[in-house]
């Protein structure tokens, strides 16, 4: 057959999202679980019409990956489209939001929702499309019928992650320059380990994953590794930490096949850093440039509020030891609804005091699938899911919006207009620009990404859409 893969992308560049950019990890990896049929991936990055790849491609079934809640209204109005064009086409949706919320896309347009991980299913349904068979019999799927929605059984998890495919990047081979963290580019993705022991009640990892963890060999993980051309490695676990002697072997396998040349960028927790710093100081030996640390709020209470299980003084300490090691810091904070001028003015304080150079923040969401939707859902100002998108308040403010948002992008222009930050962004720039890997359009893309996220008439402008 002929498969279709699409990424949706969001609409404007505002906070964190202006400056990075992954590649579509997911559907290369489903992509390549589906070698008997020709498969093409469009990410939505370039300005390509529906119409125009349906009549280049032809696809007999189309995929669209829906793993945010902001890009569901994206997904639907596109298989709209396709069904308008080819009727026959049969459409599906997976990922995160798909998975959790199924009844979001009971539509015409879209005939099957694969539920769970995507490279098991996919390719037993479209096996079942192809040969005429009942769909109702394989696992995973959530069947759009005329009658209502049809739950097949459920489908068990992957025991051996190291049974997942490669990704194939030559479905992406177009977009490569179009992946980055703001000057560095092209990065990566890899995925070591799916799912997140802890339960944070913003998050919807640990329900997605059934509250397992489930990781790669570092074979596997090495082998990945060794076949990138890209020097720029984003691990996309969700706390790549998690099992700290697997840690510890990627890292001396990266030195042993001499692959600690490249720069490494993760997510991890900070009480695993300040538990471990022998790991973190073989892990900075082996080429970790970056850390992303989740701070989220500034004191005890408000950790307490989001069920982190975490304190302020191993966020604190860790930064501090990361500092030390010469690794960079991704710092997000997590902005409630109920900030008062007071309280934007003392999480900025705070950053100051730590010398934070790259804090990033969020305005707390109640995203659907997480316990904090079920906890909040009736306190929501507004169900339009182009809002949830960690960036608009969802419930209801105690300032002003107008206030709101000028007290939200007051954290940004304060924390990085900071001396440091400017010098350690220069020589970024200049580094990146002497190796070739910075072009003027990625430049602008940054500088429009940053101003927009400066100006709060652009939140506001959204509302008001």
């Known amino acids: 057959?002929?498969?279709?893969?699409?990424?949706?992308?969001?609409?404007?560049?505002?906070?964190?999202?202006?400056?990075?950019?992954?590649?579509?990890?997911?559907?290369?990896?489903?992509?390549?679980?589906?070698?008997?049929?020709?498969?093409?991936?469009?990410?939505?990055?370039?300005?390509?019409?529906?119409?125009?790849?349906?009549?280049?491609?032809?696809?007999?079934?189309?995929?669209?990956?829906?793993?945010?809640?902001?890009?569901?209204?994206?997904?639907l109005n596109i298989a709209q489209v396709i069904k308008e064009i080819t009727p026959a086409t049969f459409t599906f949706v997976g990922g995160h939001h798909a998975s959790l919320c199924p009844k979001d896309f009971f539509h015409p347009s879209i005939n099957a929702i694969v539920t769970g991980e995507g490279e098991t299913t996919t390719p037993e349904m479209l096996a079942a499309l192809e040969g005429n068979q009942d769909l109702t019999y394989v696992a995973g799927l959530v069947l759009n019928l005329p009658e209502g929605q049809f739950i097949t059984k459920n489908r068990a998890p992957l025991a051996k992650l190291d049974d997942v495919p490669l990704p194939d990047r030559l479905l992406t081979g177009d977009y490569q320059q179009k992946y980055y963290l703001g000057f560095r580019?092209?990065?990566?993705?890899?995925?070591?380990?799916?799912?997140?022991?802890?339960?944070?009640?913003?998050?919807?990892?640990?329900?997605?994953?059934?509250?397992?963890?489930?990781?790669?060999?570092?074979?596997?993980?090495?082998?990945?590794?060794?076949?990138?051309?890209?020097?720029?490695?984003?691990?996309?676990?969700?706390?790549?930490?998690?099992?700290?002697?697997?840690?510890?072997?990627?890292?001396?396998?990266?030195?042993?096949?001499?692959?600690?040349?490249?720069?490494?960028?993760?997510?991890?927790?900070?009480?695993?850093?300040?538990?471990?710093?022998?790991?973190?100081?073989?892990?900075?030996?082996?080429?970790?440039?970056?850390?992303?640390?989740?701070?989220?709020?500034?004191?005890?209470?408000?950790?307490?509020?989001?069920?982190k299980?975490?304190?302020?003084?191993?966020?604190?300490?860790?930064?501090?030891?990361?500092?030390?090691?010469?690794?960079g810091v991704y710092a997000s904070f997590i902005v409630d609804p109920g900030f008062t001028a007071k309280e934007f003015q003392k999480l900025l304080v705070y950053i100051k005091r730590l010398r934070i150079k790259q804090p990033y923040f969020s305005v707390l969401t109640p995203l659907p699938g997480t316990e904090l939707f079920s906890q909040l859902k009736s306190r929501l100002t507004t169900v339009n899911y182009e809002f949830f998108d960690l960036l608009h308040a969802v419930l209801p403010t105690n300032l002003p919006l107008q206030e709101f948002y000028h007290q939200f992008t007051n954290l940004y222009?304060?924390?990085?207009?900071?001396?440091?930050?400017?010098?350690?962004?220069?020589?970024?720039?200049?580094?990146?620009?002497?190796?070739?890997?910075?072009?003027f359009n990625h430049l602008s893309r940054l500088i429009y990404g940053a101003k927009q996220t400066l100006n709060w008439k652009a939140y506001l402008k959204q509302y008001d859409s």
């Not at 400056?19 to 469009?42: N, R």
């Open 413 to 439: 222009k304060q924390a990085y207009r900071k001396p440091e930050h400017l010098f350690g962004s220069m020589q970024i720039f200049f580094q990146k620009l002497l190796n070739r890997n910075l072009s």
């Open 309 to 327: 299980h975490n304190s302020v003084e191993n966020n604190e300490n860790a930064f501090k030891f990361l500092k030390s090691l010469g690794i």
């Open 1 to 75: 057959m002929r498969v279709l893969l699409i990424q949706p992308r969001p609409r404007d560049g505002l906070g964190f999202k202006s400056v990075f950019c992954t590649e579509p990890l997911g559907l290369e990896i489903v992509g390549a679980a589906l070698k008997e049929h020709q498969v093409s991936l469009w990410d939505m990055l370039d300005e390509t019409s529906p119409a125009n790849i349906m009549a280049a491609f032809r696809p007999q079934a189309v995929g669209l990956s829906c793993s945010f809640t902001v890009d569901v209204y994206t997904v």
């Open 185 to 307: 580019r092209p990065v990566a993705a890899v995925e070591t380990s799916r799912g997140c022991p802890y339960r944070c009640n913003f998050c919807s990892v640990w329900r997605f994953h059934q509250g397992k963890v489930r990781t790669m060999s570092p074979l596997r993980v090495v082998e990945e590794i060794s076949r990138l051309k890209a020097n720029e490695i984003f691990f996309t676990d969700d706390n790549f930490l998690a099992d700290i002697q697997r840690a510890g072997e990627i890292a001396h396998l990266i030195r042993k096949q001499g692959l600690h040349r490249k720069n490494y960028i993760f997510q991890a927790r900070s009480d695993t850093i300040v538990n471990h710093p022998d790991v973190v100081r073989q892990w900075k030996e082996a080429g970790l440039d970056h850390l992303f640390i989740g701070f989220e709020k500034i004191d005890e209470e408000g950790l307490k509020q989001v069920n």
